[in-house]
């Protein structure tokens, strides 16, 4: 079973840096991309970023362009998030997304293999 597992959510202050990573546990499959999408409590989901194995074709939703920054390891199949320059609704969960289409339209359709989830509060 694939299993897709965050990890480096938590607490920071308003303007703070945190780093997510998504890495495949278990039986690991060659996604097309791999992305991130958050839900804030009474919110939809938001497509945050995506990123194209294969050539490392990016997605940015307009919230987050600037300040985060997507990348990834293909030696150990992990996806990291840098995010920078928080603000109080960039609170939410976290999830990974793994799929097989284009970043720009895996970041909306958010068609794919989710993780669990990691929760990111800023605040001070």
């Known amino acids: 079973q694939v299993q897709l597992v965050e990890s480096g959510g938590g607490l920071v202050q308003p303007g703070g840096s945190l780093r997510l990573s998504c890495a495949p546990s278990g039986f690991t499959l060659d996604y097309y991309a791999i992305g991130w999408f958050r839900q804030a409590p009474g919110k939809e989901r938001e497509g945050v970023s995506c990123i194209r194995n294969s050539d490392s074709n990016t997605y940015y939703a307009d919230s987050v362009k600037g300040r985060f920054t997507i990348s990834r390891n293909n030696a150990n199949k992990t996806v990291y998030l840098q995010m920078n320059g928080l603000k109080p609704e960039d609170t939410a969960v976290y999830y990974c997304?793994?799929?097989?289409?284009?970043?720009?339209?895996?970041?909306?359709?958010?068609?794919?293999?989710w993780g669990q989830g990691t929760q990111v509060t800023v605040s001070s």
């Open positions: 997304l793994g799929g097989y289409s284009r970043p720009q339209d895996m970041c909306v359709t958010l068609k794919g293999h």
